[in-house]
């Protein structure tokens, strides 16, 4: 076990808690009891109220990223009540509402997370799933489709008051996800924003960039999303399937999120940036994206991607969304309904993030 910022470890005890989860790529997720480590000095003991569904999830336990650790147990958009903390926790009490998202420990020594930023510690962030579990020899960590999750204080967050918990939820991994690139480009006044993409993602990205003050631009191949779109938040919506539609915005954007996760045309969209902006991708293809030279040089603009955020950064989201009363748009579902939903997420069928009620996990057998 990871202790302290030394390099001593040692047995931890446990206890068993109900869990859904999957032992291989192909079966289906059942319930399964996993174990959960006894919470030490510094831990924060979390009853699981709330879990997002995240297309990761989907990636992982179906093992499509090609490194799976089963058994597995997905669910990094954690909304909880906290049950009991370590001796030496300040941060959090009793009965606090908190969240856990992507990230349950680094190594907190590197530049990196030195600086805040966790997601890109240099020997590698532990994921809240599928990640070796340090403190559990032998064992990968299992993520928020469970009754309870034990976490180190650091990596807790706190959840604003009057947000509604189940819809929150999804900020902890879509909500970061689109905030940090946002903040990172400077998106506030004056600046004319581009979201490609109304699903998960993109429908944060647009609530969250329009209350930083940015004119916002929704592109969607579907023409029934436009109002769904205005309805989130953007000012203009834009057929990207539809060149007299795209080109009337050439050189027009100062930043552009793109958040589609399928094959697209990247270059048709770096054309609508100014000299000077940028084009982040979120969104994760499968295959590469293939880049023109000349959609860049011209124009001094620039193609990057970006991840999640740091601890700090993802209080730091919560505590805006809490300023502007933003959370996600979700449908709630029984813990015995997330094999379908996933199916429906796949197809798009989801508007915009599903939240898994955990209480229906304890009902059960």
Same mark, same amino acid.
């Given at each position: ?13 446990? =206890? ?5 989860? =999957? ?30 569904? &995240? ?23 954690? *909304? ?19 969240? *856990? ?11 990196? &997370? ?6 890109? &510690? ?18 990968? =960590? ?6 309870? *999750? ?209 209480? =229906? ?5």
């Amino acid at each position: 076990m990871y202790l302290n910022n030394s390099n001593q470890y040692k047995f931890m005890s446990t =206890t068993e808690v109900k869990a859904y989860g =999957t032992e291989a790529a192909e079966a289906p997720l059942n319930q399964l009891n996993i174990p959960r480590r006894t919470p030490t000095a510094h831990d924060v003991e979390i009853e699981i109220l709330f879990c997002g569904v &995240c297309h990761s999830d989907i990636h992982t336990v179906r093992n499509e990223w090609h490194n799976t650790m089963y058994p597995s147990v997905p669910g990094h958009e954690i *909304v909880g009540r906290v049950l009991s903390v370590g001796g030496h926790v300040s941060k959090f009490k009793q009965g606090d509402l908190v969240g *856990v998202g992507c990230i349950v420990d680094s190594c907190r020594e590197c530049q990196y &997370c030195q600086e805040g930023l966790e997601q890109y &510690c240099e020997p590698g962030m532990t994921g809240t799933y599928n990640s070796p579990d340090a403190h559990l020899e032998g064992k990968p =960590t299992f993520g928020g489709y469970s009754e309870r *999750v034990v976490v180190d204080e650091n990596y807790v967050l706190r959840i604003p008051e009057n947000l509604d918990l189940a819809a929150t939820a999804p900020l902890l991994c879509a909500g970061i996800t689109t905030y940090s690139p946002l903040k990172h480009w400077n998106v506030g006044p004056g600046k004319k924003v581009g979201v490609v993409g109304i699903g998960g993602l993109g429908h944060m990205a647009i609530k969250i960039a329009n209350a930083m003050g940015a004119e916002v631009v929704a592109f969607t191949t579907s023409e029934s999303k436009f109002a769904e779109a205005k309805r989130l938040g953007a000012h203009e919506v834009v057929l990207s399937k539809d060149p007299e539609q795209m080109a009337a915005y050439q050189g027009k954007l100062h930043f552009i999120l793109d958040a589609v996760s399928a094959q697209h045309d990247i270059n048709a969209f770096l054309a609508l940036l100014r000299v000077d902006g940028s084009l982040a991708l979120v969104g994760a293809p499968e295959e590469a994206l293939p880049v023109a030279a000349f959609s860049l040089i011209p124009g001094r603009k620039s193609f990057s991607g970006s991840m999640i955020g740091g601890i700090a950064e993802t209080q730091e989201m919560l505590d805006f969304c809490g300023e502007h009363n933003i959370t996600a748009d979700i449908e709630m579902i029984d813990m015995n309904e997330v094999n379908e939903a996933y199916e429906r997420m796949i197809k798009g069928d989801v508007k915009y993030r599903f939240v898994i009620d955990m209480a =229906t996990l304890k009902g059960q057998n």
